[in-house]
């Protein structure tokens, strides 16, 4: 059965072409783990350069926040005090909300990032 010339030789070609697929296979996921690190980090990147100009935007806000609404509370300081306080309950409502507001986003975004079952056919 296995004697047969032609048998041994679509045999090897077989094995041949197994090999070859396997390596394309390689190849192909290393390009995808490639661009799935790219977006990833090219969407850190963005975010934190949202960040930086975001804090800074709103230092120069919060600035001239104070300077507005220091005449009707009382003075600098007591505009200043106003405004830790605000900074302290929004930081405060972050910490109580992280779950909702960056680890649940975050985890949806990198699951489907590096989570994308292809549909067959």
């Not at 409502?93 to 986003?105: D, H, L, R, Y």
Request: proline share 2%.
């Amino acid at each position: 059965m296995f004697s047969d010339d032609k048998n041994i030789e679509s045999l090897k070609q077989l094995f041949f072409d197994f090999k070859k697929y396997l390596e394309v296979q390689k190849e192909y996921a290393e390009l995808e783990v490639i661009e799935k690190l790219t977006k990833l980090f090219s969407t850190l990147v963005t975010i934190f350069i949202l960040i930086a100009l975001g804090m800074m935007a709103l230092f120069y806000l919060l600035f001239a926040f104070a300077y507005v609404i220091a005449p009707d509370v009382g003075g600098l300081a007591a505009s200043f005090g106003i405004l830790v306080l605000i900074i302290v309950v929004i930081s405060l409502f972050v910490i109580i909300f992280k779950k909702a507001i960056i680890i649940k986003p975050l985890v949806n975004y990198l699951a489907n990032l590096f989570y994308n079952p292809k549909t067959k056919k």
